[in-house]
């Protein structure tokens, strides 16, 4: 059997399961990778939002994620909630002592029901030392408002970030349809570095979803760690994501959840 690649995740946990390390674990697995994880924070939530959470330890997670990347030839990293100020900036100087591992960063500002899962001073934290560092980052349209407030449209937001270093940026349009789009469509934009820029669309599925974003970002961690380019990378993830949801299910009361084991 080929040894499948190492996809080193930091994020938090989400006991429901829907979202967080859970999320990851489950879609890097169900693509064929090995995910290791380093948690960022405990949370509390149910199905519905989140109600707080708590970060871990900074030393523990430092040497947790330091020992995964001395021991295992880690193919990719994905970065989900970041939880605290000391973790961001541990977080920060790890990227910064690999800086060849292509890195996948989902910036989680909150819970898909609602509920803060980054404090403001953290957000610009996150725009200027997680993103340059980072291969793609997955930002949906509100994150991506809140990230560079100061711009207008989605193109200017885009530039901002991709002039400050980071090198391809996904737009996900899974947030509230707007005005000039087909409201029966999700769209997603692929910003490049080079200037280029590639357009995907699904059709818009009926319900809330709990951990769609770390779905995707996982699949295209896992996709990238195992060889393909950005933009197939992008490609496939986005329909393995939309697959997981479509096949999704609703476990209690509150938002529905992705099937990442459609595929088995
Ligand atoms: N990470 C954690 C730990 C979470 O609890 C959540 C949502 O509750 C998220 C990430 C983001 O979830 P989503 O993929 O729905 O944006």
């Known amino acids: 059997m080929s040894i499948p690649p190492t996809i080193l995740v930091f994020g938090g946990h989400d006991p429901t399961g829907g979202a967080g390390l859970q999320a ?21 939530q149910d199905t519905q939002q989140v109600f707080g959470f708590e970060a871990v330890s900074t030393t523990l997670f430092r040497q947790q994620a330091e020992m995964l990347l001395e021991e295992f030839p880690v193919a990719a990293i994905k970065i989900g909630m970041v939880g605290s100020r000391p973790i961001f900036k541990a977080l920060h100087n790890l990227l910064l002592q690999h800086p060849t591992i292509p890195t996948v960063l989902d910036p989680v500002l909150a819970g898909g029901g609602g509920g803060a899962l980054a404090e ?29 407030p100061e711009a207008d449209s989605i193109e200017q937001r885009a530039t901002t970030l991709l002039q400050s270093g980071c090198a391809h940026l996904l737009v996900t349009g899974t947030d509230n349809p707007v005005p000039s789009e087909a409201a029966d469509r ?64 609703q476990p209690a009361q509150g938002q529905h959840f992705p099937n990442r084991f459609f595929l088995s």
């Open 24 to 44: 990851d674990i489950e879609t890097i697995g169900a693509l064929g990778g090995h995910a290791v994880t380093v948690p960022t924070a405990l949370t509390l």
């Open 120 to 148: 403001n001073p953290l957000i610009e934290g996150i725009r200027t030392l997680l993103m340059p560092q980072s291969t793609l980052a997955t930002p949906n349209r509100n994150e991506l408002q809140r990230l560079v």
């Open 186 to 249: 999700v769209h997603h934009q692929l910003f490049q570095a080079d200037g280029t820029q590639q357009q995907f669309d699904n059709p818009r599925l009926p319900h809330s979803y709990h951990g769609s974003g770390c779905t995707l970002a996982s699949a295209i961690a896992t996709r990238i760690g195992m060889g393909d380019s950005i933009s197939d990378a992008v490609s496939s993830g986005l329909q393995f994501s939309w697959n997981s949801l479509q096949q999704g299910y």
